[in-house]
């Protein structure tokens, strides 16, 4: 399914956080939201999960605004892992995995034979089998992380929002993660801070700043010199991946 952002601003507290954001995902293609500090990453992808409505433009998936949909209906096919997400109960990892369940369910069913094993998939595609039966307070950050990833592989979401994901992975997971993304067909929207994991990892790349779309095109295309300079006030140094041919940024510090 592809995804839309047409005309997205969001107005908060008196101020636009995001303006006349257009982006446009082809199906199966890795999108990611690159940009500075406050530009408006997590403010645009949490429009799409549904968590802030925006005040103009709309979200489409496959051409219809997803506010015409029962928010069960748009998680059958959209799945986010956000950025922070606070979880004060002591569920189990197979209990918060099983939560991905839930959209496609009437009422408080039990998992079918079939969903048991999405779920078994989801845990060990994220790496969490080992974690299965461990209470998520007592999780490390990044065993944390991996858990909501099952989570929404077990949603078999057609789209994929996801708020810097590798945010207290270690390298291992990291690439782990990064590789799936690539090799799925789902379609994914992905906000990052590395650039160069995001140019590895994505199709294209959006460049925001102050809220709306500055740049988007191939890696290639966005990391430039110029470009990074424009959105984040420093210069890198690009060369090529030696076997991959991929802009990859080096910085004077
Ligand atoms: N609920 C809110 N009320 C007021 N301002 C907000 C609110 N949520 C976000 N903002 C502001 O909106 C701007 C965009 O925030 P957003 O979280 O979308 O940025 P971001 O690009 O994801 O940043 P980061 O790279 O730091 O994660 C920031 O200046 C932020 O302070």
Known sequence: MSITLDGLSVHLAGTELVRDLNVETAEGEVLGLVGPNGSGKSTALRCVY????PSRGAVLLDGADISTLAPRESARHIAAVPQESSNDLDFTVTEIVELGRFPH???NQPLTTEERA?????????DVVHLADRGV???SGGERQRVLLARAFAQQPRVLVLDEPTNHLDIHHQIQLLRQLR?????????????????????????????????????????????INEAFGVTPSIVRHPRTGIPQLHYDI
């Open 50 to 53: 549904r968590a802030l409505r």
């Open 105 to 107: 369910h009437r009422g």
């Open 118 to 126: 999405v779920r078994d998939e989801a845990m060990r595609r994220a």
């Open 137 to 139: 307070l007592s999780l």
């Open 183 to 227: 090799t799925d067909s789902t379609t994914v929207l992905i906000a990052m801070h590395d650039l160069n994991l995001a140019a590895a990892t994505c199709d294209r790349l959006a460049v925001l700043a102050n809220g709306t779309v500055l740049h988007i095109g191939t890696p290639a295309e966005v990391l430039t010199p110029e470009l």
